[in-house]
């Protein structure tokens, strides 16, 4: 009783939205929450939609509109998603003709879809939600129809429009329309996708630092298992690169040492336990699988000096992958013949991020053109 009562009080606290859909199934205080739901479907905040969802299932087990929301947030992948399990359980006959359309739309398949979308917003002209289900990105200019018909509830095709504007829809790129539209969805809805779209037109104008704050905007509103959470990621890798691209060079210096100087523990702070590490070296050799015997190994050869330079280092457009080229020069002296060999060659190493910090992937090495590397028994 204690939660019904909350749930009831909330109710009447919500900043509510405008309708999205004029008539549901559910009592006066569900159809407050499942318009909400609604309202963050729309605007691609799925985990709140599902909890606003449930909320008014909890004052109405019967509202109809609360159990589309949770159809249609599911996947419709027919192997693994529960999606048309979710529609088969509603009662079709207890829904009400606006939302038997969202049902119908949910239930059709790809080809009939977009023809039963545009059949319904004709049909029902004054349901926003139908509409807006008509709406696509392959016409950007049905979301400033949408916007224009129904402005109350424009926040999420306000959000539509500024990619609009980011990728050419309505003609040449123009960021400063595209912040102009986002900021106004962010002053209709209070929530997270927003700050991430904002995010990312930051993102593309290589303006990572405010692509981070937004970011951490969105981040925010739930922190757990946040779907904000790999950009907010790659932002961060964005904004401290010099500073890792420094790291990884001197990881690369500090592993090549131990390498060398055969030390084992020390070079074992560059692996991880689930990457196998393969190679090549510099006597060309076949490409092999670099293990702890191969740093312990005794060897043929000993080093007077080895020096790296000419550190370039390039990352994957993730932030994930790092590949580091160099140039390598040094001396050796063969054991067996005490000869000194000048040794000179180009090399590259890939590393990826990993939970556990930066590790070592590959790594090759080739003699520079007219240079010497390793001997060829080595």
Known sequence: MKTLLTLTALCFTLIVNAQWIEKTSCDKNAALV????????????YMAAFGAANAALILDKDCGCAKLT???????????????????????????????GWYDIMSANKEEKAALENTLASKYPESALLNFLSTSMQDFNTFKVFAEKFPENAASAYNMISYGYTNGAY????????????SMSQKM???????????????AKGD??????????????GTFASPYSP???LYYAKTVAQETTKKIQQMQKDMQ????DGDYQGYKMFEHPEIIVSTGDSNLNPFYIYTEKDVTKNSAITWAFFTLSDMQTYFSPDMKTAVVTFVADGQYTITKTNQNVEYATRASSTWTNTEDGWKILHTSFAPRKGKNGI????
Not at 72 to 89: C, E, F, P, T
Not at 208 to 221: F, T, V
Not at 375 to 378: A, D, K, M, V
């Open 375 to 378: 001997p060829e028994n080595e």
């Open 189 to 203: 809805h209070d929530g997270p996708n927003s700050y991430d779209s904002m995010a990312e037109h930051y993102a």
């Open 257 to 260: 040492k131990a390498i060398l």
């Open 208 to 221: 990572y630092e405010n692509a981070l704050k937004n970011q951490l905007k969105a981040y925010d509103y």
């Open 34 to 45: 499942a318009n909400q739901a609604i309202e963050y479907v729309m605007n691609l905040e």
């Open 231 to 233: 950009k907010l990621q």
């Open 70 to 100: 949770l159809a249609y947030i599911s996947s419709g992948n027919q192997k693994w998603g529960s999606r048309m399990a979710k529609l088969d359980a509603i009662e079709t006959q207890s829904l009400t003709p606006e939302e038997r």
């Open 171 to 182: 003609g040449e790129k123009d960021m400063d329309k595209a912040m102009e539209y986002v």
